[in-house]
């Protein structure tokens, strides 16, 4: 296989992958879950070609290798289902989750009635507006940029919009 070069001597694999067909992310995901099995270095340019170098924790055959190499790829198509049927039902997820909420606020607002009777002055506006984040938390804060992403576009909030161009390290 052109994709896999196997080094038995060395006990790894180095494994190409097309960014173009598997993301990034897929390809974390797919990392992460064979890790009890071995180690993973991510190289390359995220653009062109990503070598992803996978160690053995423990002494294999060239065979062995070369299976764990292909369970890699069994993993990176599992994760690109698993990222197009998200895609594909984030409508219907979103629809349940809108729904669930206006259940619940209908059911505060028979709570609403009741408190007025009680004395409570909170309205149910007030309510909603409890649940909403502020905007200032809606970033991530990492002065050392250690969370910096090798696709920063796909990775929402990590600039503080509060603070100046000045303050912020880089």
């Not at 996978?54 to 993993?75: H, R, S, V």
Request: charged share 35%; proline share 5%; with cysteine.
């Amino acid at each position: 296989m052109k994709n896999i070069e196997l080094k038995p001597r060395e006990n790894l694999a180095v494994i190409s992958v097309n960014p173009k067909v598997f993301a990034l992310e897929v390809i974390y995901a797919a990392a992460y879950v064979l890790l009890d099995k071995a180690y993973f270095i991510l190289d390359g340019d995220p653009e062109e070609e990503i070598k992803v170098t996978m160690k053995p924790k423990k002494k294999m055959q060239k065979n062995e290798i070369e299976e764990l190499a292909l369970k890699f790829y069994d993993e990176l198509i599992n994760y690109s289902m698993y990222v197009v049927q998200a895609a594909r039902n984030q409508a219907v997820r979103e629809a349940i989750i809108k729904r669930a909420f206006a259940t619940n606020l209908a059911g505060d607002i028979a709570a609403e009635r009741n408190s007025y009777s009680k004395g409570y002055s909170h309205t149910l506006k007030e309510k909603a507006e409890e649940i909403k984040m502020k905007e200032e938390n809606l970033y991530i804060d990492d002065p050392k940029g250690i969370a910096k992403p090798w696709t920063p576009e796909k990775a929402k909030g990590l600039k503080n919009p509060f603070k100046s161009e000045k303050n912020e390290c880089k």
